[in-house]
DNA sequence: GCATTTGCCTACGCGCCGTAGGTAGACGAC
DNA sequence: GTCGTCTACCTACGGCGCGTAGGCAAATGC
């Protein structure tokens, strides 16, 4: 028998696919094995089992992402990043709803230590940086960003935007314009 | 042998208990048949399978978010209806962390429609009527409140918070603080 | 008190997980 | 080149959750 090649990067990009086709809970040992030609406990030589590999997944889908905000938000500034970096958010989890969903997944902490995850906070601030927020209102406003792009995004994946009326791209527009419009003026609290 | 006395309603909060211990992913036939005492196939008596089951979660928390949203909210305008808005869901999903997993789920198109979902659209709506926005610009807006609010809430549950400086509790404020101040001062679009 | 319905049971087959232990291909030593 | 040694992949197995089939006994109707 002619060795597969295997290793845990193939694995890991091979359970991605099967994420995007089948979901989150499509990733199995035994799926991946089918897809590979390979007999399930061979797996187990490259991973520890099946919550590793959605762990890799997960961190191989944060790296990705983080990627294509970095290069969608490169060279912008205010509402233009503003839109860019959301909507790289949102395509991404349009082209590959396995690895978006399994961006959700809460990370062990030493494989959150080795994720793309503080790269999003610092590509987030990058974004704001055009407003210039003093810390800690920086601080909230990210987290503002960051909880409102997220939440957008699994809302309009789940279709929760399809069936009523305005389009969700149109929703979108004046959604981004709320943000500048409310990063613009952003004000220290009241005392 | 006496009867156990089971019934859709009964598993129904059994399993919602069940998944606050455990996840979403703790809804599990065979678990639940333990924790009442019963064989497995027993269940299917009452419920159609495991799917089935989920989807009563997710339909049995929609409701009770709804619930309790409505009640804090009841009597207030402004900034401090939103606050009540986004503190119901939070409390709930720190509560009742696998109930407000099941929310998450993707619901049959039947079961939607007798879920509490239209009721959340309503709550937002009434939540946002003191800023007397006209159309499209509270759906927008609405929009936006059930993005960020959502966000939020998953972020804060999955410890996104805990690890940075700044408390949860004070962003929360700013961020109210801000969709306020959005609100209030919301445009019609550009032309 | 008997028939029917209904609730819970045992028995079973399937699929996925993960472990144990075996075998054969790749690879360096000489 | 042949001989270990390592490593990649294998077969075999036990465990558990799902869901179906079919049986018996408790509740219910007449």
Redesign the interface.
Known sequence: MPRAGLNAEVLTRSAAELADEAGLAGITLAALARRLHVKAPSLYAHVSGNRELKQRVAVLALAETADRVGEAVAGLSGRAALDALGRAYRDYAAAHPGRHQAT?L?LDDDVARVSAGPRHARLARAVLRSYALAE??E???V??L???????T??EL????AR???DAE??W???V???D??FT???A??P
């Open positions: 959700t809460p800690p209102e601080t909230h406003a987290r503002l960051g909880a409102t792009v997220r939440g957008w699994d809302l789940a279709g929760g935007f009523s009326k305005p149109e929703s527009q004046r959604v314009d709320g943000l419009q409310l003026s952003w004000t609290p009241a």
